[in-house]
């Protein structure tokens, strides 16, 4: 009755056939230290990541309001001395400081504009990073998926249920994980890599 029944997917199953006991109870077998390690990794890049991101973007904004408000400012100043020159005895010295106070405005409208130009290259590099960790995050997460499926279909092979190894290969390959099996050994043996025990089980189960 244990040998027809089928297992959930999501369960870990152990290599050796020995190991299980005859009354049908299974053990589960313990998720590998380095999957967690590289979920822990993974998830705490992605974390620095959109801190980073985060960041950027306030710095970003920041300078961006600096200098609308500068402007605004500047041009409403630079407009009540323009109406105040014309009613006064010294117009041409006003006027000529207003032309200084002017051009240091435009130089310092110039900086602001390469401080946020600088800010927005930063911002790009930042998204560009996320994006690639984000990638790497989900190819990890897919490996660990095809790794559970593995100890399923090695399991079943161990113990000769064909018919069961037969669906659990369709069902691995139906998802398109099987790329995703680590091709160094990771396995605990000495023999093979996830991926190379994988293409030989199904080398033998499938004709």
Known sequence: MAEGRRRDPSEPFIEDAHRFPDDGQKKRRPPSPDQDSRRKRANQQRKRRNSVFQYIAVLFMAAFVLLLFTFMMERRQSQQQIDDLKQSNSAAQTLQGLIDENAALKEQIAQVEKQAKELADQLAAARAETS????????EEKSVQAMQWFWQINEASVRGRTKL????????????????LP??????TDRFSPYDRYMEIRGKVIK
Not at 165 to 180: F, H, K, P, T, V
Not at 183 to 188: A, D, F, L, M, R
Request: proline fraction near 0%.
């Open 132 to 139: 690639a960790a984000e990638e790497q995050v989900q190819a």
């Open 165 to 180: 190894c037969r669906e659990l290969i369709a069902s691995l390959e139906e998802a398109g994980l099987q790329d995703y």
């Open 183 to 188: 091709k160094e050994n990771s396995t605990g």
